[in-house]
């Protein structure tokens, strides 16, 4: 196999599609005829629906059924996460959820649904009905240590304290190692806040009979685990449900959650299979969805003169919500991850995964690790400053060494990564003469320049199953079309996929033909997108299929050329005889022929699963440049650039593209967002568009993104992760360049304008005299 | 789909207004950028609306024979951006309305609509109050002519008899003759949103440009209206242009001004950068006039 | 009260069209359900993400807060008018092609049409106001950088500027000479 499309940066295969607006999404496919669903959400933060008289909204021209809690005659709690499924119970994500309930534990919960002819008629009923609900209304609580506390209110009577997750990592002896003398202690709290996703297509589905079964389309990164996931929801086999998922605009891991298939699947039963849609509005999306975790940590650092670490402690709370969704997962991986980053021979780990009467926090890009990369890269610069040295140089003392070795997940750091991504960063934006010059500013308006890091892990392996299933049917004329249970949801999946396989099999990438939209009756079974393992996993199953198919590909020339199939190759879609080069037969004329022969017809296709039982660490940095207008209370990133270490990058302009995305969404939430409740009722304030200020065209500048390739020993083709990466090390980076630019060290997100007010009064850098 | 209970479509002002008396309960229509929202919000669910968005009489600036600039209500934000007259005379209003929402908002907000919604956070509104603008309403009796500090009642009321629409906004020759005027929008991005404050200044300098013969100041977001802050304005009022003065001048207006805390910006923030606007916007005032600070 | 319709006469993608519409209709629904044009999205429904957007008499709105009847003889682009009858691409919609500008697609149709309407109009717009005249649009996955490359680099073709339109790329890290107070 030889690299023509590997490595090359090849247009997406969707791309003239979506620049033509032909393209089809979920609601462009849905027939104008369905019925509107529209959900009915609790307006406590915690309380008992007591009754809800459905009377009047009944009554609305144009409502065909109002369905409340009450009308949910079996119990079927179900998950929710887009996680493999485990056929040991102790492995199975937590089932707390239902498709409707009467004991709502945030506001926005769902307690009922209208369905109507026409949305006027929907929401005129819904408006309605959201007066006609008696409820009991209950103490609620929206903070994660607060709900542990003994007297909060209880969420899930399985769950005391609200904790639904608690794990420990120890190692060493930390109480011993710090009676070292001469060592420097840090300590600091770090806490970041609530966002959300915002793909720009809300989540939407719609369901209808067919047969005795249901179908149901919808905007998913996990069309395999919604199967599975309705069939736990409403009782009924898996098998009777069938799910497609179109084009999706953009998921983030929101869409890795089944959201409200269950719900709308249910409906359809009970209206004898019609067909009904639920477009969830986008300040339904913001609440109603899934959110990325707020997380608090605490964490202290012991070190010697010469800047190692002595001993280290960790500890983080983890704020989730009023459903399980992810469970464990997210606290878990920040945890995992701290002690491998800088590692320190005596450290003592804690987090806490706690219920709260929140909106549901789930998976967003990065699962956890742009929380915890915030902590950790605002603690190592806090300790690099301790010691009064340079933070990039602290770093590369102590980071994670070459030949690395993680005994769980058996991953390995095979290359100098970090010390390449640096010195490529700091070449890019000019780091060492920014640091110099930014040195001692005083005035109104200053700059500063920092860098962070992270290290990500690839897939989710061994925490659970790592599978992938490829087929490959090929056409008369030799071109191809494949399916996978990896899905396209922006990030270019299809065209690295067909890249791979128009490699691995030796024929031209305009013969291979992806199936895009998943259809679990169709494609072969996948879990879908999630992690930054797409490319990793899909490589395997894709490398093993397609040499299967070239393996018949070429037994068929035998049966036509009359050479052995040890002489026979593949190249550019032509049958070659390797002895001396001379060109066969065509990829089509013998796939024409082998149809249509007499003797042995045959329609070439593979088909294949890969169990994958490797994982991969993926590396990178961020450095950031600002300039802080002090009396204003604005920071204003200047310059960005990211270098990552994915391994081979398969598609340079698609790489591209997700470190962009990254970057992004890790300036807003460095800068910008944040979601908000009202503490006095529970409500949410800004989950809109408006208010919830996620960045605009205004609020960036240039972004860059540069790779350093350390070819991946593990992988199919090279590859490792780089979907969720770039959003971890953005903030910390920006949070450092401020402090350098103004001395202040912000240990909170976001540094807006609210933050930088507040902390710079506190310093005394702004006369606050008149603005008591 | 909107949940609009009737729509009446004005032909003409003089429809307009007699729609207006046919219908009282009727809410007007203009672009619809707030309007519209609102229905989809339930506030104004299930209502009736008189839409005058089609118009094409209230579009447009022009100066009218008094040698007021007349801006027509309908007309576009980026339309006022655009326009040769608004540019020459009062660039800073054309800055101001550029600053709202998105381009796209730009292209179907009015200045009609941003001003009769009532709100304090409207970009134009205290640019308009710091030009002392006249609104101009038409109703069954004729024209009438409001300055806009009356205009401005309280909170989303302005004052609108039932008969009446807006039709004009216009700025007198006194106002805008010599004057240079500077707006800084205080946001929490650069785009697509609504102001945290607002704060509009302009100034007129003396002949030889040592001092500053008039500054008028108006703030959005600082009180349940806009508002101008006088104190301030009577204290810089034949000052020399010196960098003092300037920083007094912007100490006053917390004098006039009231901000509320809401979860969208504390009042301190607000009080804080409502000062250090005021400074740095008069300061772009006496550049643009020619002046100079300290000179 | 029962609903209220109109004809509604307009030019839609350079074509002389008329459709009887419910009053209450925005010019999304119509340009959705009535004629098919779905490259028009929903996003947000309040005229904040832009992934309605559509040309109305050459300037960019939000269909979404658009009444239905306000299109009245109106001439109205969407994304499907800029493809040609035999499939031919416009520069702008290639050159989202070309550089990356487009990933899940959802925001690509406003983004376009905005765009056009910027090279459209001749002018040579500095990087400010280029990120302004997009800035009414909210994309989440490709954080704006390869977008803005491919209208700079269309807008420096169409007046000429190949070899600066090559350069775009290229200019990575920016230099500010000066400080930039917020005024």
Request: charged share 25%; with cysteine.
């Given at each position: 196999?030889?690299?023509?499309?590997?490595?090359?940066?090849?247009k997406?295969?969707?791309?003239?599609?979506?620049a033509?607006?032909?393209?089809?999404?979920?609601?462009?496919?849905?027939?104008?005829?369905?019925?509107?669903?529209?959900?009915?959400?609790?307006t406590?933060?915690?309380?008992?629906?007591?009754?809800?008289?459905?009377?009047?909204?009944?009554?609305?021209?144009?409502?065909?059924?109002?369905?409340?809690?009450?009308?949910?005659?079996?119990?079927?709690?179900?998950?929710?996460?887009?996680?493999?499924?485990?056929?040991d119970?102790?492995?199975?994500?937590?089932?707390?959820?239902?498709?409707?309930?009467?004991?709502?534990?945030?506001?926005?919960?769902?307690?009922?649904a209208?369905?109507?002819?026409?949305?006027?008629?929907?929401?005129?009923?819904?408006?309605?009905?959201?007066?006609?609900?008696?409820?009991?209304?209950?103490?609620?609580v929206?903070?994660?240590?607060?709900?542990?506390?003994?007297?909060?209110?209880?969420?899930?009577?399985?769950?005391?304290?609200?904790?639904?997750g608690?794990?420990?990592?120890?190692?060493?002896?930390?109480?011993?190692?710090?009676?070292?003398?001469?060592?420097?202690?840090?300590e600091?709290?770090?806490?970041?806040?609530?966002?959300?996703?915002?793909?720009?297509?809300?989540?939407?589905?719609?369901?209808?009979?067919?047969?005795?079964?249901?179908?149901?389309?919808?905007?998913?990164?996990?069309?395999?685990?919604?199967?599975?996931?309705?069939?736990?929801?409403?009782?009924?086999?898996?098998?009777?449900?069938?799910?497609?998922?179109?084009?999706?605009?953009?998921?983030?891991g929101?869409?890795q959650?089944?959201?409200?298939?269950?719900?709308?699947a249910w409906?359809?039963?009970?209206?004898?299979?019609?067909?009904?849609?639920?477009?969830?509005?986008r300040?339904?999306t913001?609440?109603?969805?899934?959110?990325?975790?707020a997380?608090?940590?605490?964490?202290?650092?012991?070190?010697?003169?010469?800047?190692?670490?002595?001993?280290?402690?960790?500890?983080?709370w983890?704020?989730?919500?009023?459903?399980?969704s992810?469970?464990?997962?997210?606290?878990?991986?920040g945890?995992?991850?701290?002690?491998?980053?800088?590692?320190?021979?005596?450290?003592?780990?804690?987090?806490?995964?706690?219920?709260?009467?929140?909106?549901?926090?789930?998976?967003?890009?990065?699962?956890?690790?742009?929380?915890?990369?915030?902590?950790?890269?605002?603690?190592?610069?806090?300790?690099?400053?301790?010691?009064?040295?340079?933070?990039?140089?602290?770093?590369?003392?102590?980071?994670?060494?070459?030949?690395?070795?993680?005994?769980?997940?058996?991953n390995?750091?095979?290359?100098?990564?970090?010390?390449?991504?640096?010195?490529?960063?700091?070449?890019?934006?000019?780091y060492?003469?920014?640091?110099?010059?930014?040195?001692?500013?005083?005035?109104?308006?200053?700059?500063?320049?920092?860098?962070?890091?992270?290290?990500?892990?690839?897939?989710v392996?061994?925490?659970?199953?790592?599978?992938?299933?490829?087929?490959?049917?090929?056409?008369?004329?030799g071109?191809?079309?494949?399916?996978?249970?990896?899905?396209?949801?922006?990030?270019?999946?299809?065209?690295?996929?067909?890249?791979?396989?128009?490699?691995?099999?030796?024929?031209?990438?305009?013969?291979?033909h992806?199936m895009?939209?998943?259809?679990?009756?169709?494609?072969?079974?996948?879990?879908?997108?999630?992690?930054?393992r797409?490319?990793?996993?899909?490589g395997?199953?894709?490398?093993?299929?397609?040499?299967?198919?070239k393996?018949?590909?070429?037994?068929a020339?035998?049966?036509?050329?009359?050479?052995?199939?040890?002489?026979?190759?593949?190249?550019?879609?032509?049958?070659?005889?390797?002895?001396?080069?001379?060109?066969?037969?065509?990829?089509?004329?013998?796939?024409?022929?082998?149809?249509?022969?007499?003797?042995?017809?045959?329609?070439?296709?593979?088909?294949?699963?890969?169990?994958?039982?490797?994982?991969a660490?993926?590396?990178?940095?961020?450095?950031?440049?600002?300039?802080?207008?002090?009396?204003?209370?604005?920071?204003?990133?200047?310059?960005?650039?990211?270098?990552?270490d994915?391994?081979?990058?398969?598609?340079?302009?698609?790489?591209?593209?997700?470190?962009?995305?990254?970057?992004?969404?890790?300036?807003?939430?460095?800068?910008?967002?944040?979601?908000?409740?009202?503490?006095?009722?529970?409500?949410?304030l800004?989950?809109?568009?408006?208010?919830?200020?996620?960045s605009?065209?205004?609020?960036?500048?240039?972004?860059?993104?540069?790779?350093?390739?350390?070819?991946?020993?593990?992988?199919?083709?090279?590859?490792?992760?780089?979907?969720?990466?770039?959003?971890?090390?953005?903030?910390?980076?920006?949070?450092?360049?401020?402090?350098?630019?103004?001395?202040?060290?912000?240990?909170?997100?976001?540094?807006?304008?609210?933050?930088?007010?507040?902390?710079?009064?506190?310093?005394?850098?702004?006369?606050?005299?008149?603005?008591? | 789909?909107?949940?609009?209970?009737?729509?009446?479509?004005?032909?003409?002002?003089?429809?307009?207004?007699?729609?207006?008396?046919?219908?009282?309960?009727?809410?007007?229509?203009?672009?619809?950028?707030?309007?519209l929202?609102?229905?989809?919000?339930?506030?104004?669910?299930?209502?009736?609306?008189?839409?005058?968005?089609?118009?094409?009489?209230?579009?447009?600036?022009?100066?009218?024979e008094?040698?007021?600039?007349?801006?027509?209500?309908?007309?576009?934000?980026?339309?006022?951006?655009?326009?040769?007259?608004?540019q020459?005379?009062?660039?800073?209003?054309?800055?101001?309305v550029?600053?709202?929402?998105?381009?796209?908002?730009?292209?179907?907000?009015t200045?009609?609509?941003?001003?009769?919604?009532?709100?304090?956070?409207?970009?134009?509104a205290?640019?308009?109050?710091?030009?002392?603008?006249?609104?101009?309403?038409?109703?069954?009796?004729g024209?009438?002519?409001?300055?806009?500090?009356d205009?401005?009642?309280?909170a989303?009321?302005?004052?609108?008899?039932?008969d009446?629409?807006?039709?004009?906004?216009?700025?007198?020759?006194?106002?805008?003759?010599?004057?240079?005027?500077?707006?800084?929008?205080?946001?929490?991005?650069?785009?697509?949103?609504?102001?945290?404050?607002?704060?509009?200044?302009?100034?007129v300098?003396?002949?030889?440009?040592k001092s500053?013969?008039?500054?008028?100041?108006?703030y959005?977001?600082?009180?349940?209206?806009?508002?101008?802050?006088?104190?301030?304005?009577?204290?810089?009022?034949?000052?020399?242009?010196?960098?003092?003065?300037?920083?007094?001048?912007?100490?006053?207006?917390?004098?006039?001004?009231?901000?509320?805390?809401?979860w969208?910006?504390?009042?301190?923030?607000?009080?804080?950068?409502?000062?250090?606007?005021?400074?740095?916007?008069?300061?772009?005032?006496?550049?643009?006039?020619?002046?100079?600070?300290?000179? | 009260?029962?609903?209220?319709?109109?004809?509604?006469?307009?030019?839609?993608?350079?074509?002389?069209?008329?459709?009887?519409?419910?009053?209450?209709?925005?010019?999304?629904?119509m340009?959705?359900?009535?004629?098919?044009?779905?490259?028009?999205k929903?996003?947000?429904?309040?005229?904040?993400?832009?992934a309605?957007?559509?040309?109305?008499?050459?300037?960019?709105?939000?269909?979404?807060i658009?009444?239905?009847?306000?299109?009245?003889?109106?001439?109205?682009?969407?994304l499907?008018?800029?493809?040609?009858?035999?499939?031919?691409?416009?520069?702008?919609?290639?050159?989202?092609?070309?550089?990356?500008?487009?990933?899940?697609?959802?925001?690509?149709?406003?983004?376009?049409?905005?765009?056009w309407?910027?090279?459209?109009?001749?002018?040579?717009?500095?990087?400010?106001?280029?990120?302004?005249?997009?800035?009414?649009?909210?994309?989440?996955?490709?954080?704006y950088?390869?977008?803005?490359?491919?209208?700079?680099?269309?807008?420096?073709?169409?007046?000429?500027?190949?070899?600066?339109?090559?350069?775009?790329?290229?200019?990575?890290?920016?230099?500010?000479?000066?400080?930039?107070?917020?005024?």
């Open positions: 196999m030889s690299n023509k499309y590997i490595g090359q940066a090849v997406r295969l969707d791309a003239r599609d979506k033509m607006g032909r393209i089809k999404y979920a609601d462009d496919l849905c027939d104008k005829g369905a019925l509107i669903i529209r959900v009915l959400h609790s406590v933060a915690n309380g008992i629906v007591k009754s809800i008289d459905t009377t009047e909204a009944e009554k609305v021209p144009g409502v065909v059924k109002v369905f409340t809690c009450f009308d949910l005659k079996e119990k079927h709690y179900y998950p929710t996460a887009g996680h493999p499924w485990s056929t119970p102790a492995h199975q994500d937590i089932a707390d959820r239902l498709i409707m309930t009467d004991r709502p534990l945030f506001y926005g919960d769902d307690i009922g209208v369905v109507a002819e026409n949305e006027v008629a929907a929401s005129q009923a819904l408006s309605i009905l959201e007066k006609a609900v008696v409820y009991e209304e209950l103490p609620f929206l903070e994660a240590q607060e709900a542990m506390e003994e007297d909060a209110p209880l969420l899930h009577e399985k769950y005391p304290n609200n904790v639904l608690h794990s420990e990592v120890h190692m060493g002896n930390v109480e011993e190692a710090i009676k070292e003398p001469g060592l420097t202690k840090v600091g709290w770090y806490e970041t806040q609530p966002v959300q996703h915002c793909h720009i297509e809300n989540f939407i589905c719609y369901a209808y009979g067919e047969g005795d079964r249901t179908v149901i389309v919808s905007s998913t990164q996990i069309p395999h685990i919604v199967r599975r996931v309705v069939g736990q929801a409403t009782g009924m086999d898996w098998g009777k449900f069938r799910i497609i998922k179109p084009y999706i605009g953009g998921g983030f929101n869409k959650d089944v959201l409200y298939e269950p719900l709308t409906i359809s039963i009970q209206l004898g299979g019609r067909l009904v849609k639920l477009d969830v509005p300040e339904e913001f609440i109603c969805n899934r959110i990325r975790h997380i608090k940590y605490h964490i202290t650092s012991w070190m010697r003169p010469d800047g190692s670490f002595a001993a280290r402690t960790f500890k983080a983890c704020n989730n919500g009023a459903y399980s992810h469970c464990h997962a997210i606290a878990a991986k945890l995992n991850a701290f002690p491998q980053l800088y590692p320190c021979d005596n450290f003592d780990g804690e987090t806490w995964t706690v219920y709260t009467n929140r909106s549901v926090a789930g998976a967003m890009r990065g699962y956890g690790m742009p929380q915890a990369s915030y902590a950790f890269e605002c603690h190592t610069e806090d300790c690099a400053r301790a010691m009064g040295m340079d933070p990039l140089e602290f770093r590369r003392q102590n980071l994670m060494p070459v030949g690395y070795y993680h005994a769980f997940s058996k390995e750091l095979y290359s100098d990564s970090f010390n390449q991504c640096f010195d490529k960063g700091a070449e890019i934006i000019g060492f003469d920014k640091v110099e010059k930014y040195k001692n500013q005083t005035g109104d308006i200053r700059r500063g320049i920092a860098v962070s890091t992270y290290w990500y892990n690839t897939a392996y061994p925490i659970a199953l790592e599978t992938s299933s490829c087929r490959i049917v090929m056409n008369q004329d071109s191809v079309q494949f399916q996978l249970g990896e899905t396209e949801i922006g990030q270019g999946a299809d065209t690295v996929a067909a890249q791979m396989i128009a490699d691995t099999v030796g024929i031209p990438l305009d013969m291979v992806p895009s939209c998943q259809d679990t009756d169709i494609t072969p079974f996948g879990t879908g997108v999630y992690a930054s797409g490319t990793y996993t899909l395997f199953s894709i490398k093993q299929t397609s040499m299967l198919l393996e018949k590909i070429l037994e020339a035998h049966q036509f050329t009359r050479m052995p199939v040890f002489n026979l190759d593949i190249v550019d879609g032509m049958i070659i005889r390797k002895t001396d080069g001379r060109e066969l037969m065509t990829i089509g004329e013998l796939a024409l022929s082998k149809l249509y022969t007499t003797e042995g017809s045959q329609h070439l296709t593979a088909e294949s699963t890969y169990q994958i039982k490797s994982n660490y993926s590396f990178g940095c961020c450095f950031a440049e600002v300039e802080v207008d002090i009396p204003m209370c604005r920071a204003r990133l200047l310059n960005i650039v990211n270098v990552h994915c391994g081979q990058v398969i598609n340079p302009m698609l790489a591209e593209g997700q470190v962009h995305g990254g970057q992004s969404m890790g300036i807003g939430y460095a800068l910008s967002e944040k979601l908000m409740w009202d503490t006095k009722t529970g409500k949410p800004n989950n809109n568009l408006l208010d919830y200020k996620m605009s065209f205004m609020d960036h500048p240039r972004l860059n993104a540069a790779f350093v390739e350390n070819y991946e020993p593990t992988s199919a083709y090279g590859t490792k992760g780089l979907g969720e990466p770039p959003v971890c090390p953005v903030a910390p980076a920006i949070r450092n360049a401020i402090g350098q630019a103004t001395g202040i060290y912000i240990n909170e997100l976001p540094l807006s304008p609210h933050t930088l007010f507040r902390e710079f009064t506190e310093a005394g850098l702004i006369d606050d005299s008149f603005a008591e | 789909m909107y949940d609009i209970k009737a729509l009446y479509e004005a032909e003409s002002v003089e429809h307009a207004v007699q729609l207006r008396q046919e219908h009282p309960e009727a809410q007007i229509l203009a672009g619809g950028s707030d309007v929202v609102q229905i989809r919000e339930g506030r104004r669910a299930g209502c009736e609306f008189i839409s005058i968005y089609m118009l094409d009489e209230l579009r447009g600036v022009s100066i009218d008094e040698e007021n600039i007349r801006i027509g209500s309908l007309t576009s934000f980026s339309h006022i951006t655009k326009d040769p007259i608004i020459k005379y009062i660039n800073v209003l054309g800055e101001a550029d600053m709202v929402g998105g381009p796209q908002i730009r292209a179907i907000g200045i009609g609509g941003n001003t009769c919604n009532g709100v304090t956070s409207a970009d134009s205290s640019t308009l109050m710091a030009w002392d603008a006249i609104i101009e309403l038409t109703g069954a009796n024209v009438r002519r409001v300055p806009i500090k205009f401005y009642i309280k989303k009321v302005v004052d609108i008899k039932p009446e629409i807006q039709t004009a906004i216009l700025i007198p020759k006194a106002s805008y003759e010599n004057c240079f005027g500077h707006y800084i929008k205080y946001s929490m991005r650069n785009a697509l949103d609504i102001a945290t404050t607002g704060c509009s200044v302009n100034a300098l003396s002949a030889d440009k500053f013969e008039r500054v008028r100041i108006g959005g977001v600082a009180a349940p209206i806009p508002v101008r802050a006088y104190t301030a304005e009577e204290f810089i009022k034949g000052k020399e242009i010196t960098e003092e003065n300037i920083k007094k001048f912007a100490e006053t207006v917390l004098e006039d001004i009231n901000p509320r805390d809401s969208r910006a504390g009042k301190a923030l607000r009080r804080h950068i409502s000062v250090v606007m005021a400074e740095r916007a008069l300061k772009e005032c006496v550049e643009l006039a020619g002046g100079e600070i300290n000179g | 009260m029962d609903n209220q319709y109109k004809v509604v006469h307009c030019t839609i993608n350079g074509k002389e069209v008329s459709q009887i519409v419910d009053v209450r209709a925005s010019l999304t629904d340009l959705r359900n009535d004629y098919r044009l779905t490259s028009v929903k996003g947000c429904e309040v005229g904040e993400c832009g309605c957007t559509v040309i109305i008499n050459g300037e960019s709105f939000n269909s979404c658009y009444l239905a009847v306000w299109a009245e003889g109106k001439e109205i682009w969407t499907e008018g800029l493809t040609g009858p035999g499939g031919e691409l416009s520069d702008i919609q290639q050159a989202f092609i070309d550089e990356g500008a487009i990933q899940c697609g959802f925001c690509s149709p406003g983004f376009i049409l905005t765009s309407e910027i090279v459209n109009s001749g002018r040579e717009y500095t990087d400010d106001e280029l990120r302004k005249a997009l800035s009414g649009h909210l994309c989440r996955c490709t954080g950088e390869n977008i803005f490359r491919a209208v700079k680099k269309t807008m420096l073709r169409r007046l000429g500027k190949n070899e600066e339109a090559e350069l775009v790329n290229s200019q990575g890290i920016t230099e500010y000479p000066d400080p930039m107070p917020f005024k």
